[in-house]
Nanobody, 112 residues
Framework: QVQLVESGGGLVQAGGSLRLSCAGS????????MGWYRQAPGKQRELVAH???????IYADSVKGRFTISRDNAKNTVYLQMNSLKPEDTAVYYC??????WGQGTQVSVSS
């Protein structure tokens, strides 16, 4: 059983930064692709960033150049560094393990 716990969300002003963390247990992280998704009120959950076991990354067009996904396999942790935040980035952010596991989510709110 894989368990994922996100942290690092909060309230920030537009232009600010946050770093989200996703700590995992129950799996050898280094063997798996991981992703960050988000869901804003009234909208579908969408992919924000994805990182393969080899470190290749993809990003949603809306966050390219502002967000960076990274991983520390020794710590079984995936990060999402979010810079130049915009009000439209406000959402609940979820960590995803390629085996179909999800964290509980962490709220990110960006004020204008």
């Amino acid at each position: 059983q894989v368990q994922l716990v996100e942290s690092g969300g909060g309230l920030v002003q537009a232009g600010g930064s946050l770093r989200l963390s996703c700590a995992g247990s129950g799996s050898i992280f280094s063997f798996n692709a991981m992703g960050w998704y988000r869901q804003a009120p009234g909208k579908q959950r969408e992919l924000v960033a994805h990182i393969t076991r080899y470190g290749s990354r993809i990003y949603a067009d809306s966050v390219k150049g502002r967000f960076t996904i990274s991983r520390d396999n020794a710590k079984n942790t995936v990060y999402l560094q979010m810079n130049s935040l915009k009000p439209e980035d406000t959402a609940v952010y979820y960590c995803n393990h390629e085996g179909g596991y999800w964290g509980q989510g962490t709220q990110v709110s960006v004020s204008s």
